[in-house]
């Protein structure tokens, strides 16, 4: 393995418009005529901390927009449905009892009773003594119905929050896993070939729709990043947080290094599974049944097939074959390794915690949703 280590890093022009935080900047004289030759071509600078800047901020917005103004009246308008088929259900079960139990309906002459006045009065006055004592209470039962019902309502809001999250996931990961699956099929490395991610490295210029995906991409998990300390603590909070800063660690590295190559596939081949998680999880929401259950077991399946099939070659891939074919630092290239190791063990612990819930599934019992807040035992 040689010291030597490329600097591709370039200044680039300092000069700043609204335009470079949303499009890329550093246009390449020429293109890379075996990957995207029909595309322009572009160099790596400082001024992709700017658009990365603007991609973060851009994605923060957007979710807030997605989620209050598309999937939480969404999801209001579903429960608000659901609510209402349900009363009529009961109601309609409520009116069959009635029936079934009315006098007229047994056969049974109410003439005697009405005609016995004394009786009457006595059953009226007994009505009105019961009435009483209901209305004395209802009266001091409203503070505690109306607790039942502040709680009932915040339960629901939490649901349609949590919805509301997972509809603006699933409409990212939709998204730019199709990007990146583009990106992948038109790639020299496709189907798997890992030994094409080293030629002709350090990769630089970029073509352009791969440094969108990559900077974009980037930026989104900035944005994760803030959304994970702002929104309520989950228990899985540590986890999360741990897997979102080597995520960015790497692709800050890799893109810097011109390693993009075999971040464009680690990031194909972790995305589709966040397409399946978050849509089982809208179908639970919505009670849905037994979709919740079908969409999981396809999830876990792409899991495995994805990060505990696929990955692991890629990051032996990187252990064993860049020392050989690339030229880069010790340094680099142990902490290459290390993370995408990393990245391996976090995907294992969580594939334990998926089949457990598989487990829990085949057993009878309902797909729960593991990511709920540390004070939430609902």
Known sequence: MTSHHHAILRPGAWSLSLTKFFWLSSRAPSSDPSFFPQYPAYDVSWLDLAFVAGWTLLFTVLREVMMRGVFAPFMRRWMRQEHEA??????????????????????????????????????????????????????KDQPSKSKR????????????????????TLLYYVVFWSFGAWIHVNSP????????????????????????????????????????????RRKDYYQMMMHHIITTTLMIMSYANGFTRVGCLVLVLFDFCDILLPL??????????????????????SWL????????????????????????TWWSW???????????????????????????AVMGKPVEDTRSDEEDDD
Do not use: C
Request: proline share 6%; aromatic share 12%.
């Open 280 to 301: 089982a999880k809208m179908f639970k929401y919505m009670s849905l049944d037994p979709l919740p259950d079908i969409t999981f077991v396809l999830f876990l399946l």
């Open 305 to 328: 097939v994805t990060r505990e099939g696929f990955y692991p070659f890629v990051v032996w891939s990187v252990i064993y074959d860049v020392p050989r074919l690339v030229p880069i």
């Open 86 to 139: 349900r009363l009529m259900k009961r109601a309609s079960r409520a009116n069959g009892k009635k029936l079934e139990a009315s006098p007229l309906a047994n056969g049974h002459s109410t003439t005697g009773t009405i005609a016995n006045g004394h009786a009457a009065n006595g059953v009226g006055q007994q009505l009105r003594a019961r009435k009483g004592i209901i209305d004395n209470a209802s009266v």
């Open 189 to 232: 490395w496709y189907p798997f070939n890992t030994a094409k991610l080293y030629d002709g490295y350090p990769h630089v210029p970029i073509p352009g729709p791969v440094k969108f995906y990559y900077l974009s991409q980037l930026g989104f998990w900035f944005h994760q990043i803030i959304v994970i300390n702002l929104e309520e």
């Open 334 to 360: 142990i902490t290459y390794s290390t993370l995408l190791t990393g990245l391996a063990i976090l995907s294992l612990i969580w594939l334990i915690e998926i089949v457990r819930i598989a487990k829990s």
């Open 149 to 168: 019902i502040t709680k009932r309502q915040r339960l629901e809001e939490k649901k349609v929050t949590r919805f509301a999250e997972q509809g603006w």
